[in-house]
């Protein structure tokens, strides 16, 4: 059966769950149709509610692009966040959606994409679910069509999915390696593609890479989770010299051991996740490592006109870890 077309109301209060949506319209009577001046005063004051909703819809929207952030610095604009069903990337998400972005959950994980749109959503925020593998460039393609049909435009995109394999550089099978490289590195170049004309038609952007530590300073066993964010600090080197006429900042944040389920989820038991959390605290000269929160803390300043001036370069961030030659 064909699909019905929507309204770019309906669609608009299918995209950003508007709290008066038309399912939880009161209005709706389950009576069947009928003539009398009780149906015929409850079928104008149904039409004017709807209208009411449509517009109110159309407003949140429109609003979610204008208003400012309480730090009173982050002009509200759309994010798409790549991998943000969960963890760091949600942690993103939920940031600039505070922050007055409507943002796109974008993530291989539907079902879990879809739950983290609409927690936001029950939160008052505009959140899309658009189910992405960016592995696939028609995938990719389509992710950003439906930020821009359902928000108008994208002006911060956020590479943040990625997956990693420990092995030594001998026991990594190269359709591991070539995995990797595909979800950490040739995703971020997909999606940069296809996102900086949109940018450019609005006048700029910021486009920020999720690499990690592991571009400055690695591990015995990280051959290719090493070779995919290093290379992912160099596309953010030659993005920023290709966009920057475009107005278009790229940046690299990269992050120390964040509590955060790429740690969590290394086939490790409950034990070897404390001792991992304990090894990269006592690394650290703060003693901790990083939550989710201090990566969208970071994200949220990057993508703000605080650092308008900041591109092509990559921030360590890693609770001083790296500072330390550790040769006594
Ligand atoms: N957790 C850490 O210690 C740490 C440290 C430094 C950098 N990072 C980086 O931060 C990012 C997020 O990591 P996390 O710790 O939140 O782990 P995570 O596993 O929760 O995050 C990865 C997300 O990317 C999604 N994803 C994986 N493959 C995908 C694909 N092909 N298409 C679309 N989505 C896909 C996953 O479903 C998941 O939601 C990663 O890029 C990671 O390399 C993590």
């Given at each position: 059966?064909?699909?019905?077309?929507?309204?770019?109301?309906?669609?608009?209060?299918?995209?950003?769950?508007a709290?008066?949506?038309a399912?939880?319209?009161?209005?709706?009577?389950?009576?069947?149709?009928h003539?009398?001046?009780?149906?015929?005063?409850?079928?104008?004051?149904?039409?004017l509610?709807?209208?009411?909703?449509r517009?109110?819809?159309?407003?949140?929207?429109?609003f979610?692009?204008?208003?400012?952030?309480?730090?009173?610095?982050v002009?509200?604009?759309?994010?798409?966040v790549?991998?943000?069903?969960?963890?760091?990337g949600?942690?993103?998400?939920t940031r600039?959606?505070?922050?007055?972005?409507?943002?796109?959950?974008?993530?291989?994980?539907?079902?879990l994409?879809?739950?983290?749109?609409?927690?936001?959503?029950?939160?008052?925020?505009?959140?899309l679910?658009?189910?992405?593998?960016?592995?696939?460039?028609?995938?990719v393609q389509?992710?950003?069509?439906?930020?821009?049909?359902?928000?108008?435009?994208?002006?911060?995109?956020?590479?943040?999915?990625?997956?990693?394999?420990?092995?030594?550089?001998?026991?990594?099978?190269?359709?591991?390696?070539?995995?990797?490289?595909?979800?950490?590195?040739?995703?971020?170049?997909?999606a940069?593609?296809?996102v900086?004309?949109?940018?450019?038609g609005?006048?700029?952007?910021?486009?920020?890479?999720?690499?990690?530590?592991?571009?400055?300073?690695?591990?015995?066993?990280?051959?290719?989770?090493?070779?995919?964010?290093?290379g992912?600090v160099?596309?953010?080197?030659?993005?920023?010299?290709?966009l920057?006429?475009w107005?278009?900042?790229?940046?690299?944040?990269?992050?120390?051991?964040?509590?955060?389920?790429?740690?969590?989820?290394?086939?490790?038991?409950?034990?070897?996740?404390?001792?991992?959390?304990?090894?990269?605290?006592?690394?650290?000269?703060?003693n901790t490592?990083?939550?989710?929160?201090?990566?969208?803390?970071?994200v949220?300043?990057?993508?703000?006109?605080?650092?308008?001036?900041?591109?092509?370069?990559a921030i360590?961030?890693?609770?001083?870890?790296?500072t330390?030659?550790r040769i006594?």
């Amino acid at each position: 059966m064909k699909a019905k077309k929507r309204t770019g109301g309906e669609r608009l209060v299918r995209a950003i769950g508007a709290p008066l949506g038309a399912t939880q319209n009161p209005f709706a009577s389950s009576l069947p149709f009928h003539h009398s001046p009780l149906a015929h005063r409850r079928r104008f004051y149904h039409s004017l509610f709807t209208s009411h909703c449509r517009l109110f819809s159309t407003r949140q929207s429109l609003f979610a692009s204008r208003c400012r952030s309480k730090e009173g610095w982050v002009v509200s604009k759309v994010a798409i966040v790549t991998g943000s069903a969960r963890g760091i990337g949600k942690a993103i998400a939920t940031r600039l959606a505070r922050d007055g972005y409507a943002v796109v959950i974008a993530d291989i994980l539907a079902d879990l994409a879809e739950q983290t749109a609409d927690e936001l959503r029950q939160q008052g925020f505009s959140a899309l679910a658009v189910p992405t593998d960016v592995r696939d460039e028609g995938q990719v393609q389509r992710m950003v069509e439906e930020a821009v049909k359902a928000f108008g435009g994208v002006d911060v995109l956020v590479n943040n999915a990625g997956v990693i394999w420990r092995a030594s550089v001998t026991e990594t099978p190269t359709d591991a390696f070539d995995f990797v490289l595909a979800v950490n590195l040739r995703a971020a170049f997909l999606a940069t593609k296809h996102v900086a004309p949109i940018m450019r038609g609005r006048g700029g952007g910021v486009i920020v890479n999720i690499a990690s530590i592991h571009a400055f300073a690695t591990q015995a066993g990280m051959a290719a989770y090493a070779a995919s964010k290093t290379g992912l600090v160099g596309l953010t080197r030659a993005c920023a010299l290709d966009l920057g006429q475009w107005n278009i900042r790229v940046v690299a944040v990269c992050p120390g051991a964040v509590d955060a389920p790429m740690l969590r989820n290394q086939r490790m038991d409950e034990a070897e996740v404390a001792e991992t959390i304990r090894l990269w605290s006592s690394a650290s000269p703060l003693n901790t490592i990083l939550q989710p929160e201090d990566v969208a803390n970071c994200v949220a300043w990057v993508v703000s006109d605080q650092a308008r001036m900041l591109t092509g370069v990559a921030i360590l961030l890693d609770a001083g870890v790296a500072t330390d030659l550790r040769i006594r």
